[in-house]
């Protein structure tokens, strides 16, 4: 099993960029999630998806954007790209309990 | 709000060594707890989960106990390996009756270097 497929696994953009984080899982998933983590920090919640077409705002939302148009795809866009959001980007999905994890991208704005 | 604390890193044993990572946590209800472990360059895996008070979540030679009463998970292992070295996270999910969406809230993250 694939389990969650995050792409790119990393990526430079200058300050005003804008691109899309891909995140794909083949478990059939209700529930997917989006993290960042920054040095020294546990991972912050952005968004969630509790299923396809429905999405809503975790704790650090803004200077993103997710859709959800199908159970297996969660695609977060930034739009305006600022380097506070430079990071390591975890996308999540789950049915019951736990969580399960894509391996990361790391984004660098500079 | 939720909330999770991890001891403060980074810890550095040698093979073999006793280890004990304190974590402590604030909760309204009944959270499950968790603790996950990022080997470098990897996403996070699920360590072991305990989803209710006393129960012992154990997986790998480690062990973590639900303490209610000290409101505490904290991850032992009795003998560690060079393989262990990674960031360990402490995590907890509550259960909101029927409208959770199962967020995670993480601790900080622990650093674990063993050496041989």
């Known amino acids: 099993n694939a389990g969650v497929t995050q792409t790119p696994k990393f990526r430079i953009l200058k300050i005003g960029q804008s691109m899309t984080l891909q995140c794909t899982q083949d478990m059939n998933h209700n529930y997917m999630y989006w993290y960042r983590q920054d040095p020294g920090m546990g991972l912050k919640l952005i968004y969630y998806s509790v299923g396809a077409g429905i999405t809503d705002k975790g704790e650090v939302p803004n200077g993103y954007n997710v859709s959800r148009s199908t159970t297996e795809d969660f695609p977060l866009r930034l739009e305006l790209a600022a380097p506070s959001q430079t990071s390591v980007y975890f996308c999540?999905?789950?049915?019951?309990?736990?969580?399960?994890f894509g391996d990361g991208t790391r984004l660098s704005i500079l | 709000g939720n909330s999770v604390t991890q001891m403060e890193g980074p810890v550095t044993l040698s093979e073999e060594a006793f280890l004990t990572i304190n974590c402590t946590y604030t909760a309204t209800g009944y959270p499950s707890l968790f603790w996950y472990v990022q080997y470098p360059g990897e996403g996070l895996q699920l360590l072991l989960k305990?989803?209710?008070?006393?129960d012992k979540g154990s997986n790998k030679g480690f062990e973590a106990t639900y303490r209610k009463e000290t409101t505490s998970f904290h991850l032992e292992k009795g003998s560690v390996q060079v393989s262990d070295s990674a960031v360990y996270f402490c995590?907890?999910?509550?259960?909101?009756?029927?409208?959770?969406?199962?967020?995670?809230?993480f601790g900080q993250g622990t650093i674990l270097t063993v050496h041989p």
């Open positions: 305990a989803t209710k008070a006393d």
């Open positions: 995590a907890l999910s509550e259960y909101a009756g029927g409208t959770s969406y199962g967020k995670l809230t």
């Open positions: 999540a999905s789950r049915q019951n309990q736990p969580q399960h």
